[in-house]
């Protein structure tokens, strides 16, 4: 079995920044793209930033410039700092991995549990 693992989430001020840290844990031999997502109140998941198994790179409009994402191949592991943070990027974030192989097999569109991000004064 694996799991996506978020930490890094909490109330920060308009202008700060934040970094949010996915890991994935159990025996994993390799993650294809991985990415964050965000939902809002009242709103549907939406994609934030994901990251290939190669490192290229892709972005929401509304983040680019202010967030970027990274990932540690070898520590099974993806961040995403946040900049300039504003309150509307106050959201649920969550980490997804659409294929990860694993020793117990092939696990598809794998998520975390969330982290919350609250950008108010």
């Known amino acids: 079995q694996v799991q996506l693992v978020e930490s890094g989430g909490g109330l920060v001020q308009p202008g700060g920044s934040l970094r949010l840290s996915c890991a994935a844990s159990?025996?994993?031999?390799?993650?294809?793209?991985i990415g964050w997502y965000r939902q809002a109140p009242g709103k549907e998941r939406d994609l934030v930033a994901v990251?290939?198994?190669?490192?290229?790179?892709n972005y929401a409009e509304s983040v680019k410039g202010r967030f970027t994402i990274s990932r540690d191949n070898a520590k099974n592991r993806v961040s995403l700092q946040m900049n300039s943070l504003k309150p509307e990027d106050t959201a649920v974030y969550y980490c997804?991995?659409?294929?990860?192989?694993?020793?117990?097999?092939?696990?598809?569109?794998?998520w975390g549990q969330g982290t919350q991000v609250t950008v108010s004064s």
């Open positions: 159990g025996t994993i031999f390799s993650i294809n793209d």
């Open positions: 997804n991995a659409d294929l990860i192989r694993g020793v117990g097999g092939i696990y598809r569109n794998v």
């Open positions: 990251i290939t198994s190669g490192g290229t790179t």
